[in-house]
């Protein structure tokens, strides 16, 4: 059973005022309900402790509980194919002989790795120097370690696995020195945390659909502050940044990346337009993923996202990707496709359930699309299967 409502605005209006926070109500509920047990209290007590004075510390725990720090190493290849084809040529034709990079939002340092790894290759005589900050002591103390499960060297490419060496009894991989003293890490807030300068890249990934709109526009201005005249932001596939007059949107291939404008008396040329016809064949992915979401056009289209669900998906990973989409603003449908799944556990039908509410909070309309009699059986048996819907 649900928070009442009251305690979930309580708890949501906290997360707001102290992180800038704006989650899907399914995810303060999930997470609210675990700290509440935890602490052997009440919903009501609990909602009094986050307004008081005592209640810092306890706050710091939700945020910790809440965050959405899912990362992998060499994800979204179609962005490291548009730094690699796009961004690094025009910093070599600068003639730059140093690099400072950004990573907001960074996680378990799975990204900062490999830029630091893709950059260093890139630029060989380059000093590389990559920023990573997080919110949350947790996520930092792992990617300090720079330590990872062996499993994720199946997303990284051949030419890069030399960069990790493995460890223990082989079941974890740990990034090699050289280029582990490449990245430092930084507890930090995006909103009013100690921010880089002069940031030639920042990268920013999933992390700006987690706020209010306020604070979003406070995170953007922080990210512009950072960057140089003629450097690049990227975020996610569904963070547009298009709106934002100090940014100039340029496509390569895929991905779009954003310019920071030069100032008219810089001299400083913008990084040149780029339109990769073909992938780069290095950054191609090996192996299938359990679950992959369709590619946007190049100007998408916020009122509708489809998730594609395929093989044997992991309910951790399908409740991250159903909270990103679901966080998206203006978005009104939301299709997940299941026909490529190979197997669904009993345990993604309460990830399907608490998504059906959180859209139904949130006013968009989700589809749970099928054209498998095996899949709509194990709906049917679930609860999740609309009848109204004729696949």
Known sequence: MGLAPDILAGVARRLAEHAGLKLPAWVVDARTQARIAALGTTPAAYVELLGSGRGQAELGALVEAVRVGESSLFRHKPQIAALLDAVVPAIRARGRRSLRVWSAGCASGEEPYTLAIVLSRALPGVSIAVHATDVSAEALAMAEAGSYPASELADVPDDYRDAFAIVGNGEEIEVAGDLKRLVTFERANLLDGPAPKNCDIVWCRNVLIYFSPEARRRAIDRLIAATSPGGVIFVGYSE??????????????????????????????????????????????????????????????????????????????????????????????????????????????????????????????????????????????HGLLDEEDPR
């Open 240 to 381: 547009s940044l298009r709106d934002v007059d100090e940014l100039a949107a340029q496509r390569a291939g895929e991905a779009v990346f954003y310019v920071r404008r030069p100032r008219e008396d810089s001299g400083r040329p913008p990084i040149p337009s780029f339109d990769a016809k073909t992938p780069v064949p290095q950054l191609e992915r090996r192996t299938p993923v359990p679950m992959a979401a369709v590619k946007p056009p190049p100007e998408p289209s916020p009122a509708e996202d489809t998730l594609i669900v395929a093989g044997t998906p992991d309910p951790r990973a399908l409740t991250r990707e159903l909270g990103e989409r679901l966080a998206i603003g203006g978005l009104q449908r939301l299709t997940v496709e299941l026909d490529r799944a190979e197997l669904l556990a009993d345990e993604l039908a309460p990830v399907l359930r608490r998504a059906q509410a959180a859209a139904r909070t949130a006013h968009v309309d989700l589809v749970l699309r099928t054209t498998r009699p095996g899949t709509r059986r194990w709906l049917s048996r």
